[in-house]
C-alpha cells in the first residue's frame, strides 16, 4: 500500500482514508488482516496514537474489527458500505468542484455535458 | 510517573538562558521540544540530565530531585549536541560506557542499530564524519533504554536516508519499549508526525504545551486572493500572514463562522511547523 499525504487534512483522517481506500479496492478483502498500529507507524513514522486513532474512525464506521489477540480485521460487508458512503459523497467530493472549476472557465451547462458524454465515448 | 520542572531558571552572568520553566513530561510519550536556536532548549536539558545547575528551582524525576542523584539520573539519558566523549573512543566502548551508568542498557541492540546505519563501531568517534558522530550518539541513547530518552539535535549532519532511518528507529523502539523520548529540534516538518506531545520553548520561556492534535485544532489556514482573505479576516484572531504576490494565506485562530467560506476561499489545517513559525515570531523568516 502506497500512503500519501497531501497535507490537506491531519494526519489521522489521511491515515483512515487511505487505509478505506485500500480495502475499497480490495488490497485488504474482507475478512482478512491490515496492517497492526505498530507495522503502519513504523511504516511511515507516524506516532502510533496518530495510527490508532485514524484506524479508529474505521472501526466506528464498521469498516474493520478487533480480534482478540490477532489484530485488525476488515467486516464483512465493509466494501459495500465503502460504496453508499462514497455514492453520498459523490456531489461533493466530485461534481461540486467540477461545477466550481467550470465557472471559473466560464463552461456552460451544455459543454460540460458534451465534456462528460465525450469522455465516455473515449472510454468505451 | 513523570519528569516535573519546577520553576527553573538559570542565569550565565546576566544572560537569562531558562526563565522560570515550569513543565510536566510524562513518561511513555514521544515528546518534541521545539524552540529556535539559543530558545534555552539545550540548558533545559542539561539542568534535568544535572549536566548544569538551576540558578532555581527544581526537576523532579518521577517525585525525587533530579540534582547529584543516581536513582533520578539513571532513568534519565541526555543525548547532547556537543560531543561528551573523549575523541579516542569508539561506539563499542560508549556503549560499554553507557551500560555502567544505565542498568537496563542493551548492548548488542545497540549494535544492530549502529549496523543499520553502517556505522564502524571500532572507529574512533573523533575520527567521525559529523553524521556518524551524530549516529554514535544515537546508538548509546536508544541502548540505554532509559525512561526518559532526550535527544537534542538528533539528526545534525545526518543525510536524508540516515534522517528517516533515525526517525523509523524511534517510532520502533517505541512501540517495541514504550518510554518517553523527547526530540528537541529546530527542524520540525520531518519529526511533527512523530510527535505525541509538544512543548515549544521561547526565549527561555515555555509558550505552548500541548498535544500536537490540540495544538492544530486550535486554528486553521485560510487561502485566496489578498482582499477576500482581509476581508474574511476581520474580527477575526489571525495570528499569522504570508503573502506570495496577490495570493495570500492567513492563519487564524479559534472556528468562528468556519462554515461560511465565501467562494474562492481554501481552508487547511494549521501544520505543525507554520504554527511554531508563528508563534516564535518568525514572520521575517516566512518572509
Known amino acids: ?124 | 510517573m513523570s519528569i516535573e520542572i519546577k520553576n527553573v531558571t538559570k542565569k550565565f552572568g546576566k544572560t537569562v538562558a531558562v526563565d522560570a520553566i515550569t513543565a510536566k513530561i510524562d513518561e511513555e510519550k514521544i515528546y518534541g521540544i521545539l524552540g529556535r536556536n539559543g530558545a534555552g532548549k539545550s540548558t533545559l536539558l542539561n539542568i534535568i540530565s544535572n549536566r548544569i545547575i538551576a540558578t532555581d528551582g527544581e526537576v523532579l524525576v518521577d517525585g525525587e530531585e533530579a540534582v547529584e542523584n543516581n536513582s533520578a539520573q539513571e532513568k534519565v539519558f541526555l543525548m547532547s549536541e556537543v560531543d561528551m566523549y573523549p575523541q579516542s573512543m569508539n561506539t563499542a566502548e560508549i556503549l560499554k560506557w553507557t551500560s555502567k551508568f544505565y542498568p537496563d542498557t542493551d548492548i548488542e541492540k545497540g549494535k544492530e542499530i549502529a549496523k543499520r546505519f553502517t556505522l564502524d563501531i571500532k572507529k574512533g568517534i573523533g575520527q567521525l564524519s559529523t553524521g556518524y558522530r551524530t549516529i554514535a550518539k544515537f546508538v548509546a541513547a536508544i541502548a540505554s533504554n532509559a525512561k526518559y530518552t532526550f535527544l537534542d539535535e538528533p539528526v545534525l549532519g545526518l543525510d536524508a536516508n540516515h534522517r528517516e532511518l533515525l526517525y523509523k528507529i524511534i517510532v520502533e523502539e517505541y512501540a517495541e519499549n514504550p518510554r518517553m523520548i523527547a526530540v528537541a529540534t529546530h527542524i520540525i516538518e520531518e519529526v511533527a508526525g512523530l510527535l505525541e506531545e509538544v512543548i515549544i520553548i521561547e526565549k527561555g520561556k515555555v509558550i505552548e504545551t500541548d498535544s500536537v492534535e490540540n495544538l492544530l485544532s486550535r486554528g486553521y489556514g485560510v487561502t485566496g486572493k489578498a482582499e477576500l482573505v482581509d476581508g474574511f479576516c476581520a474580527n477575526k484572531n489571525v495570528i499569522g500572514t504570508e503573502s506570495i504576490g496577490s495570493l495570500k494565506i492567513a492563519y487564524i485562530l479559534g472556528h468562528d463562522n468556519i462554515s461560511e467560506i465565501p467562494d474562492g476561499l481554501e481552508i487547511s489545517p494549521l501544520n505543525l511547523q507554520k504554527l511554531f513559525i508563528v508563534l516564535t515570531g518568525g514572520e521575517e523568516e516566512v518572509k
Do not use: W
Not at chain 1, 76 to 91: D, H
Not at chain 1, 97 to 122: F, Q, T, Y
Open chain 1, 1 to 124: 500500500m502506497n500512503f500519501r499525504f497531501t497535507g490537506d487534512k491531519p494526519i489521522y483522517i489521511e491515515i483512515a482514508e487511505q487505509l478505506e481506500d485500500a480495502i475499497f479496492t480490495d488490497i485488504y478483502p474482507e475478512e482478512t488482516q491490515i496492517p497492526s498500529t505498530t507495522e503502519l507507524s513504523v511504516s511511515l513514522s507516524i506516532n502510533p496514537a496518530t495510527v490508532l486513532k485514524g484506524m479508529n474512525i474505521l472501526v466506528d464506521g464498521g469498516i474493520i474489527y478487533k480480534k482478540r489477540g490477532l489484530g485488525m480485521y476488515v467486516c464483512t460487508g465493509a466494501v459495500e458500505k465503502i460504496r453508499q458512503k462514497r455514492q453520498q459523497g459523490f456531489y461533493e467530493s466530485y461534481v461540486a468542484p467540477l461545477l466550481s472549476e467550470a465557472k471559473k472557465l466560464g463552461l456552460d451547462e451544455n459543454e460540460i455535458i458534451s465534456l462528460i458524454k465525450g469522455g465516455n465515448a473515449d472510454e468505451h
